[in-house]
């Protein structure tokens, strides 16, 4: 009787231990599920989003711009010191290192289009990265796009701002 209890005791520690793992991992996904708006395609210029060109991707839906406003005024184009050529070699080589899929790479346009997959799900995503010259500088917009869903849990804001983190060290 006493062996039943222990096993009894230990698939039991081992359930909620799995419980608990599922709900640390999934806990951020539904804050953002509550807490955001239902956009999945978001990007840092708002009047005159970056347009894909290799890869067949709507234009930016005018409806979005406020939820977007709303749920992610963080998101805002960057200008950078330098040349567009120089910002070009960088941003494609952050898409290297962020394992995106390079789809178009056009260094004379300023314009990067890439797939990018979701690491748990492996959804593919469409990226856009377009380059001005402004000033002595360079303006960088992205655009990023999930391809199913109506609510991208935060994915998009999440890669525009960690590329253009990485893109300003």
Not at 16 to 22: D, E, T
Not at 90 to 106: G, H, L, V
Not at 130 to 138: A, F, H, M, S, W
Request: hydrophobic share 45%.
């Amino acid at each position: 009787m006493a062996r039943a209890s222990a096993a009894t005791y230990g698939l039991l520690c081992i359930l909620v231990g799995a419980v608990l793992a599922v709900l640390y991992v999934t806990a951020p996904m539904l804050q953002t599920l509550f807490t955001k708006p239902a956009i999945n395609d978001i990007t840092t210029d708002l009047a005159d989003p970056p347009a894909f060109v290799a890869i067949p991707v709507p234009p930016y839906p005018p409806d979005s711009a406020d939820k977007q406003r709303q749920g992610y005024p963080e998101i805002a184009s960057i200008t950078l010191a330098a040349p567009p050529g120089a910002v070009f070699e960088k941003a494609r080589d952050i898409a290297i290192d962020m394992d995106w899929r390079i789809r178009a790479a056009e260094p004379d346009a300023g314009r990067l289009e890439a797939v990018a997959t979701t690491p748990m799900m492996r959804f593919k995503d469409d990226v856009v990265v377009r380059l001005r010259p402004e000033g002595d500088g360079t303006r960088v917009d992205l655009r990023s796009r999930s391809r199913i869903g109506r609510h991208d849990l935060g994915t998009n804001a999440r890669r525009i701002q960690d590329f253009l983190d990485r893109l300003q060290r």
